[in-house]
């Protein structure tokens, strides 16, 4: 039974990947950060049923014994490094901590693996976000980075420093450059779940206004499901290497409302108003990812349309929200 850590474990990447490898018979473990809200850290776990079925370790991407006392303890096959601050807007309020856990958090772990288990096969969740201001139409694994962000700026700092292990250490160490994907597992600061969870507090009668930033931001916007499944195939390659996974399907935040709110029958344009203090002091004003590398050398692919996608959301919220409505009890 092959053995996998992976770090940020109760993120909705760590979950979804959590749920792959057990379901292909593996043993997986994952890095716990404690806080003051450790009762619901694992609430994404426990929403694909599996919380019982993963190890949770304490420890902390930024202590680098913790790190290596945990990789002699799991003595993992794989390892994926998916923890991060990686909320882009709070990035910019918290660039010193998003620079510790996103680009030194990387850093140390890969430094973990290199003194305890130098076989095990290493994956770097890098980012989209590190084309930042686009060089080129359409971003590959050649287009130039212009980072536009603390947060880009920190996840450019691993990616490179990942490469760096590869070359200098000969770690099996590979880098998927995701593009935006999403679910109901999304973290409600994201702009897709914030749409989603909009939609259906207004639909169901919570709320009268859904507020957002820059409605003309473009992305290229696919399934975590999806995604995780590229992380696993990676490891699973002969040599590492550095891969773009995304849809090749470009939509605005515009849009994207116009789908969630269409999935309930609304029109967008009666519920969302713009503020400008949701802008962004620097903006990655569109996206649009080339996966054909990965198509061709790992065989994947997207399976899930943004359509599919916006529907799942909101009908997750919708039932998130129903539940939680009290109904009166008559006398």
Same mark, same amino acid.
């Given at each position: 039974m092959p053995k996998a850590l992976i770090t940020g474990i109760t993120g909705q990447d760590g979950a979804y990947l =959590?749920?792959?490898?057990? &379901?292909? @018979?593996?043993?997986?473990?994952?890095?716990?950060?404690?806080s003051a809200s450790a009762e619901v850290v694992g609430e994404r776990l426990r929403w694909l049923r599996i919380i019982d079925h993963v190890t949770l370790i304490d420890g902390d991407l930024l202590d680098l014994s913790a790190c290596i006392r945990i990789l002699?303890?799991?003595? *993992? &096959?794989?390892?994926?490094?998916?923890?991060?601050?990686?909320?882009?807007? =709070?990035?910019? #309020?918290? *660039?010193?901590?998003? @620079?510790?856990?996103? %680009?030194? %958090?990387?850093?140390?772990?890969?430094?973990?693996?290199r003194i305890v288990c130098p076989g095990a096969r290493f994956y770097q969740a890098s980012s989209s976000e590190m084309f %930042?201001?686009?060089?080129?139409?359409?971003?590959?694994?050649r287009t130039p980075f212009y980072p536009r962000s603390p947060y880009a700026a920190a996840k450019l700092y691993a990616h490179w420093m990942t490469v760096n292990y590869r070359e200098s250490f000969d770690l099996h160490a590979s880098s998927g450059i995701l593009f935006n994907h999403e679910? *109901?597992?999304? @973290?409600?600061?994201?702009v897709t779940r914030k749409i989603t969870d909009?939609?259906?507090?207004? #639909?169901? @009668?919570?709320?009268?206004?859904?507020?957002?930033?820059?409605? !003309?931001?473009?992305r290229d916007w696919g399934h975590a499901r999806d995604y995780v499944h590229a992380m696993w195939l990676m490891l699973q390659q002969n040599k590492p290497d550095d891969y773009v996974i995304a849809t090749g399907r470009t939509t605005s935040i515009r849009d994207f409302c116009s789908m969630a709110f269409g999935h309930v029958?609304?029109?967008?344009?009666? #519920?969302?108003?713009?503020?400008?203090?949701?802008?962004?002091?620097?903006?990655? !004003?569109?996206? #649009? %990812?080339? =996966?054909?590398?990965?198509?061709q050398k790992l065989g994947w692919k997207a399976t899930v349309t943004l359509e599919e996608l916006a529907a799942e959301m909101v009908e997750a919220d919708l039932a998130r929200h129903r539940a939680r409505i009290v109904v009166p009890v008559a006398s």
């Open positions: =959590a749920q792959l490898l057990l &379901d292909r @018979g593996y043993e997986v473990y994952g890095l716990l950060r404690r002699q303890q799991v003595k *993992p &096959d794989e390892v994926y490094n998916l923890a991060a601050q990686s909320f882009v807007a =709070a990035s910019f #309020h918290q *660039p010193l901590l998003t @620079g510790q856990v996103t %680009g030194m %958090g990387a850093a140390n772990m890969l430094e973990a693996v %930042g201001k686009i060089q080129e139409e359409r971003q590959n694994e679910s *109901p597992l999304r @973290g409600i600061e994201f909009g939609v259906a507090r207004i #639909h169901l @009668g919570l709320a009268r206004e859904l507020r957002l930033g820059n409605l !003309d931001a473009s029958g609304r029109d967008w344009r009666d #519920h969302v108003v713009t503020s400008a203090e949701l802008l962004r002091p620097a903006e990655v !004003d569109v996206l #649009h %990812g080339d =996966a054909d590398k990965a198509r």
